[in-house]
């Protein structure tokens, strides 16, 4: 679906807050939606069509689970058909709803860009599983707010990626803390140098892609911008 302007409505996923004093609120990533208007596109917010069922908190994600029912789940879709793509950003807590829209966009054949924990849930969704090994390591070399070049990433020159910015090894920057350890339906398709996956892949037609890095942070890296600007400009000539 293209609005009157022609631009491609793409929405971001919004991610629970849970360290207001009063409020549970669901945010909005600023520098994603920069990146989108940056690159062409419209920017808004999907959010649950339900309530809180329950909150686990835990290291290093809490957990949100939603009621999701057929309606609930029917309502949260109809606002992903609004949108020419999706995608899944980062953040400390994982929702079930967020696993429920990677699965909807599958099956669809929606555009789908997933995020660090964005990515993760993409795996989670399709049978795939996280581990908190190494998390000591984890935390001193992948994790870090202000160093925006923690580590290469290598990737195949075989996958989608490459193919879009023509680099089969960067820097990148790193805020996680765990690791996947089986990516589900997905094809691995980049490591840090140290092995750990950055880069997954679904095979097939369309673009459904989940980074392990936060591109949306050094946009002014052309590599980084050109992952915002192919995931828009697939969406043009699709439509």
Same mark, same amino acid.
């Given at each position: 679906?293209?609005?009157?302007?022609?631009?491609?409505?793409?929405?971001?996923?919004?991610?629970?807050?849970?360290?207001?004093?009063?409020?549970?609120?669901?945010? $909005?990533?600023?520098?994603?939606?920069?990146? $989108?208007?940056?690159?062409?596109?419209?920017?808004?917010?999907?959010?649950? &069509?339900?309530?809180?069922?329950?909150?686990?908190?835990?290291?290093? =994600?809490?957990?949100?689970?939603?009621?999701?029912?057929?309606?609930?789940?029917?309502?949260?879709?109809?606002?992903?058909?609004?949108?020419?793509?999706? $995608?899944?950003?980062?953040?400390?807590?994982?929702?079930?709803?967020? &696993?429920?829209?990677?699965?909807?966009?599958? !099956?669809?054949?929606?555009?789908?860009?997933?995020?660090?924990?964005?990515? $993760? /849930?993409?795996?989670?969704?399709?049978?795939?599983?996280?581990?908190?090994?190494?998390?000591?390591?984890?935390?001193?070399?992948?994790?870090?707010?202000?160093?925006?070049?923690?580590?290469? #990433?290598?990737?195949?020159?075989?996958?989608?990626?490459?193919?879009?910015?023509?680099?089969?090894?960067?820097? #990148?920057?790193?805020?996680?803390?765990?690791?996947?350890?089986?990516?589900?339906?997905?094809?691995?398709?980049?490591?840090?140098?140290?092995?750990?996956?950055?880069?997954?892949?679904?095979?097939?037609?369309? =673009? /459904?892609?989940? #980074? &392990?890095?936060?591109? !949306?942070?050094?946009?002014?890296?052309? !590599? !980084?911008? &050109?992952? =915002?600007?192919? =995931?828009?400009?697939?969406?043009?000539?699709?439509?």
């Amino acid at each position: 679906m293209i609005n009157l302007n022609k631009k491609p409505i793409i929405g971001i996923v919004g991610k629970p807050q849970c360290d207001d004093v009063i409020w549970n609120k669901i945010c $909005i990533s600023n520098e994603i939606k920069d990146a $989108i208007n940056k690159n062409g596109g419209v920017a808004i917010g999907i959010i649950p &069509q339900s309530k809180i069922k329950q909150i686990k908190e835990g290291k290093p =994600f809490s957990y949100q689970n939603y009621y999701l029912d057929e309606k609930s789940l029917s309502d949260l879709f109809s606002t992903i058909d609004l949108c020419d793509g999706i $995608i899944l950003e980062g953040g400390i807590t994982i929702c079930d709803y967020e &696993q429920e829209i990677a699965k909807y966009c599958i !099956e669809k054949n929606i555009p789908l860009l997933g995020i660090c924990c964005g990515c $993760i /849930n993409m795996a989670l969704a399709t049978g795939g599983s996280i581990s908190l090994e190494n998390y000591d390591y984890l935390k001193e070399k992948h994790f870090s707010l202000l160093n925006m070049e923690m580590h290469d #990433v290598i990737i195949d020159k075989d996958s989608k990626l490459y193919s879009m910015i023509k680099k089969d090894k960067f820097i #990148v920057n790193s805020i996680h803390k765990c690791k996947i350890d089986n990516p589900g339906a997905y094809s691995i398709k980049g490591f840090a140098n140290d092995n750990i996956i950055e880069l997954l892949e679904l095979d097939g037609k369309g =673009f /459904n892609i989940g #980074v &392990q890095w936060h591109p !949306e942070f050094i946009t002014d890296k052309e !590599e !980084e911008n &050109q992952i =915002f600007k192919k =995931f828009i400009d697939y969406i043009i000539k699709s439509n």
